[in-house]
């Protein structure tokens, strides 16, 4: 089985000043190493309108840029969109795909979620596709269905080209900018449902090879338990990625919990 290089986002949302995300990104970028087996891909998804500056400001560095949303459209009149095309000029190689606050926030539905992240991997971009269940949801007992529904609508008729290319974020709805994190065994038994989803859908040694990584409240200090467990390859960090030092810190214990691996054959590699 294939080890997984994890990945880490930072989701920064509708902040930052202009000033802001170039320093911010500076900050982060200078901080992102790919020189080792265990580093993991590190990637800013900054609001659209910084990301000319803040490509500027990471070039020649290792730090991947990504968009939080795209049109699934080529061009066209679909005002206040901003095409994959666009993006891939100011330099996005990754695309969030079906955020809560979008999915939920903004009643986006699963057609388009699913539109979008045909467009992306169509393109030739990574695709972060981000699910979760509700509060309501959890407490009805509904989490792995859920989790399932919103998999299957987003994958359906998908033919991925390389398992780098899509990343699973699962981020329960209820963690998400709360303070309130899953538990690390809980977690860990959505994600391990996941990827046994991932293995129907697309075949157990392509879900054996993507990362599904979690998110919601990660923070310095739960971010290595969280990715201690067998099924939890990264995380995409709201918060705590607008700070450059929290967010390195929560790089550097996904660095550590990668270097922790036995070689393959145990643990990560075990998957
Ligand atoms: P949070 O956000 O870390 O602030 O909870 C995570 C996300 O929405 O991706």
Redesign the pocket.
Known sequence: MPERTPFI?G?W?MNTTAREAVELAAGVAQGVKADGPHDPQVAIFPPFVWLGMVDDAIRGSQLRLGAQDCSPHANGAHTGDVSLAMLEEVGVSCVLVG???RRHGLAEPPERIAAKLHAVLGAGLTGVL?IGETLQEREAGQTDAVNESQLRSALRGLSIVGPDRLVI?Y?PVW????GRTASAGDAQAAHRHIRGVLGTLLGSTTAGSIRVIY????KPDNAAELMAQPDIDGG??????LKADQFLAIVDAARREGKAQPAAGTHRGHR
């Not at 963690?175 to 709360?178: K, V």
């Not at 998110?215 to 990660?218: A, C, K, N, T, V």
């Open positions: 986002g989701n949302k955020h809560s606050e981000c974020a981020e963690a998400i900018g709360t998110g919601g409240s990660m995409l960090i709201g918060g705590a990625s």
